[in-house]
């Protein structure tokens, strides 16, 4: 009886871990192309986002346009690694997802609401990717 537990909840260990895993590569693709997006609309039209007179970190837009394109690309990337559940995609989902966040704090005073969201979005990618171990997976 306990060996029939035991095995379930090592099954159960299972699923949850690709279950998150999954659920990363998902948001982690869909974050990638929605920066992929915002990158086009900051190089092609400046008159997309809001700009400010008085922010410590001012950029050019067409130069945050670039900088979201970018990390957009590689998330994608990163995000369609993931469904192979390799380590280097989860380490790479964490760096990127970082990056997203950082890149997307800074840029808060263009796009205010869709920064907070792809910040969200980010650091519930950085969870699923840190909570499953590499042992959970066979």
Not at 49 to 78: P, Q
Not at 113 to 119: K, L, N, P
Request: aromatic share 14%; proline share 1%.
């Amino acid at each position: 009886m306990a060996t029939m537990q035991t095995k379930q909840a090592h099954e159960t260990k299972y699923a949850w871990a690709g279950g998150l895993t999954v659920f990363a590569a998902v948001m982690l693709t869909i974050a990638g192309l929605i920066a992929v997006f915002r990158g086009i609309m900051g190089i092609a039209e400046d008159d997309v986002f809001v700009t400010t007179n008085n922010y410590v970190f001012e950029f050019d837009l067409t130069g945050w346009g670039w900088v979201h394109l970018i990390l957009g690309v590689v998330a994608v990337i990163v995000g369609i690694g993931l469904f192979q559940a390799s380590m280097w995609a989860r380490v790479g989902g964490v760096a990127i997802a970082g990056l997203i966040i950082i890149a997307n704090f800074l840029s808060l005073p263009y796009y205010p609401v869709w920064s907070v969201v792809m910040i969200a979005i980010s650091g519930f990618i950085i969870w699923a990717l840190c909570v499953a171990r590499k042992e959970d997976f066979r």
